[in-house]
């Protein structure tokens, strides 16, 4: 239906690699946010994306929405230590992906 | 500025007993108010949403409820809980339902035994 689904589910990479997460529609998205949970918190909002094909940077990461707007995608290149935490992908307020937990070792 | 503020942040509690957690927005008139559960590790579900003062929608069948006294007021509840139940209570709003960035709570961490 109206899901979106995330992988990996998990993913460690060595500091300095990098690292995506891919979230995914079966029906068209009008829209896609991405969120951040650090360990022990609570989700913080990253960023909306609206327009077909957009691109998005924030620093070292990267937010990609498709073509057909059925995908989206986070790239953060060059890890750190600050990136742990889950990354969770959102329709809308009511439907959010299960998340992509990303560990780093140092 | 919009705060939002959620209590309890931590309890643990017997099963069969009841639970009240509270949240509340500031500076915002007529937020959209959601709860969400998240067991360990696990993704965010949403328990319950509500557009406006005594309008609650819910999203999984189980043994909580949802009120909403106040504009700016959002509190889950339970009668008796189940072992189940435990996990990381987390209250959000947004200014549209469908639309817009969440805001996030601290959230309750919930400790059933």
């Known amino acids: 239906g109206q899901q979106v689904m995330q992988i990996p589910q998990y993913q460690h990479v060595q500091e300095g690699e990098d690292f995506t997460t891919y979230c995914n529609s079966s029906?068209?998205?009008?829209?896609i946010q991405w969120y951040k949970q650090r360990p022990g918190g609570h989700p913080v909002f990253l960023i909306q994306?609206?327009?077909?094909?957009e691109v998005k940077k924030q620093k070292r990461l990267t937010f990609q929405f498709g073509e057909a707007k059925k995908n989206s995608s986070l790239h953060i290149t060059a890890t750190q230590t600050t990136d742990v935490g889950t990354y969770f992908c959102?329709?809308?307020?009511?439907?959010f992906g299960k998340g992509t937990t990303l560990s780093v070792s140092s | 500025s919009q705060t939002i503020h959620q209590w309890p942040a931590t309890l643990v509690q017997p099963v069969g007993s009841p639970l009240s957690l509270e949240c509340t927005v500031e500076?915002?008139?007529?937020?959209?108010l959601y709860w969400y559960r998240q067991a360990a590790g696990r993704g965010l579900q949403l328990l319950f949403y509500?557009?406006?003062?005594?309008?609650i929608s819910s999203e999984v069948p189980q043994n909580l409820s949802a009120s909403r006294p106040q504009d700016r007021q959002f509190i889950l509840s339970s009668k008796k809980l189940l072992l189940s139940d435990s996990g990381f209570y987390l209250c959000?709003?947004?200014?549209?339902?469908?639309?817009?960035?969440?805001?996030f709570g601290e959230g309750s961490r919930l400790t059933v035994l």
């Open positions: 959000a709003w947004t200014p549209g339902l469908a639309t817009g960035e969440l805001f």
């Open positions: 029906t068209t998205l009008s829209n």
């Open positions: 994306l609206v327009k077909s094909g």
């Open positions: 959102a329709r809308t307020a009511l439907i």
């Open positions: 500076g915002t008139s007529n937020p959209n």
């Open positions: 509500s557009v406006g003062i005594g309008q």
